[in-house]
């Protein structure tokens, strides 16, 4: 039987959500923790230009970090430049476009002043290496892809919108970055329905993901843990567990969403992260 999930805007125009995450981050010298909680409203606009898509604006409300996060500030400074955005979705509710993106770069601006005038002469030459990269990623246009995977933003743009089928599961691919050292994790994943209410059309879908073996650059990966590690023949064994859930109400508003990812290079390397996501006005 097929399902289909499409997003119906007619009933409410508006949905407060709260996004929960944490992660820890370790390697054989370090370990850092990071948590957050924030309050985000995605609004309806309108149907895109092509009517395939639509147009949502999204704004956080609120932001808050954890005492123990060690990436507090240029977290809260990054996520600064997408606090009000008006976005343009594909015909799967993925983000195509940021149509206010004058806007980000003007935040951009004062963000990156900012940090060069805050910059000390110990961690300057890192300042401007982030500064490089944030530039070239918005000149690219990498930055809207960095940005739709990952945090609140991954769960309201999920790009999960179409039909499903009992037999074939939906398959998608995925660069998470931040996770795999200096590279982005390659993901596969595949999405199939686990719940589904034939009268009321709720339903609930699930992903587990895999590493897309064909997008990885493990050469590079191998090469840089052997220099670091200075042992030219040592064996490099990624390990990854991936999944994720979301369950969708009768008009296929998001209700509530969960991801968590394990990443482990046995004796180099761990990254474990969750991240939660529930409408917090569903009875009024």
Do not use: C
């Given at each position: 039987?097929?399902?289909i999930?499409?997003?119906?805007?007619?009933?409410?125009?508006?949905?407060?959500?709260?996004?929960?995450?944490?992660?820890i981050?370790?390697?054989?010298?370090?370990?850092?923790?990071?948590?957050?909680?924030?309050?985000?409203?995605?609004?309806?606009?309108?149907?895109?230009?092509?009517?395939?898509?639509?147009?949502?604006?999204?704004?956080?409300?609120?932001?808050?970090?954890?005492?123990?996060?060690?990436?507090?500030?240029?977290?809260?400074?990054?996520?600064?430049?997408?606090?009000?955005?008006?976005?343009?979705?594909?015909?799967?509710?993925?983000?195509?476009?940021?149509?206010?993106?004058?806007?980000?770069?003007?935040?951009?601006?004062?963000?990156?002043?900012?940090?060069?005038?805050?910059?000390?002469?110990?961690?300057?030459?890192?300042?401007?290496?982030?500064?490089?990269?944030?530039?070239?990623?918005?000149?690219?246009?990498?930055?809207?892809?960095?940005?739709?995977?990952?945090?609140?933003?991954?769960?309201?743009?999920?790009?999960?919108?179409?039909?499903?089928?009992?037999?074939?599961?939906?398959?998608?691919?995925?660069?998470?970055?931040?996770?795999?050292?200096?590279?982005?994790?390659?993901?596969?994943?595949?999405?199939?329905?686990?719940?589904?209410?034939?009268?009321?059309?709720?339903?609930?879908i699930?992903?587990?993901?895999?590493?897309?073996?064909?997008?990885?650059?493990?050469?590079?990966?191998?090469?840089?843990?052997?220099?670091?590690?200075?042992?030219?023949?040592?064996?490099?064994?990624l390990?990854?567990?991936?999944?994720?859930?979301f369950?969708?109400?009768?008009?296929?508003?998001?209700?509530?969403?969960?991801?968590?990812?394990?990443?482990?290079i046995?004796?180099?390397?761990?990254?474990?992260?969750?991240?939660?996501?529930?409408?917090?006005?569903?009875?009024?």
């Amino acid at each position: 039987m097929e399902r289909i999930l499409k997003f119906d805007a007619f009933v409410s125009d508006s949905r407060r959500y709260k996004h929960e995450a944490s992660s820890i981050v370790a390697t054989e010298k370090m370990m850092m923790k990071t948590s957050s909680e924030t309050l985000i409203e995605k609004k309806y606009l309108e149907k895109s230009l092509d009517k395939s898509g639509h147009v949502f604006n999204i704004k956080t409300l609120s932001e808050t970090y954890g005492k123990d996060s060690a990436t507090q500030k240029i977290g809260s400074d990054m996520n600064s430049l997408v606090s009000d955005i008006d976005v343009i979705t594909d015909a799967r509710g993925k983000l195509k476009q940021i149509y206010n993106m004058p806007d980000v770069i003007k935040r951009w601006d004062g963000v990156k002043k900012k940090w060069k005038k805050e910059a000390t002469n110990k961690n300057r030459e890192q300042v401007h290496k982030t500064i490089a990269t944030v530039e070239g990623n918005l000149k690219n246009g990498t930055f809207v892809d960095d940005i739709s995977n990952q945090g609140v933003l991954y769960f309201l743009l999920n790009g999960l919108y179409g039909s499903y089928d009992d037999k074939e599961e939906l398959q998608l691919k995925r660069d998470l970055n931040k996770f795999l050292v200096t590279q982005p994790l390659p993901l596969k994943i595949n999405y199939k329905v686990v719940d589904y209410n034939r009268f009321t059309k709720e339903m609930v879908i699930e992903g587990l993901g895999e590493v897309d073996e064909e997008r990885l650059d493990k050469k590079t990966l191998t090469k840089l843990i052997r220099t670091l590690k200075d042992k030219i023949n040592l064996k490099v064994d990624l390990q990854v567990a991936y999944k994720e859930r979301f369950e969708f109400d009768q008009y296929h508003w998001l209700i509530k969403g969960e991801q968590e990812v394990k990443v482990k290079i046995p004796g180099f390397y761990m990254v474990e992260s969750k991240q939660s996501i529930i409408q917090t006005d569903r009875d009024g």
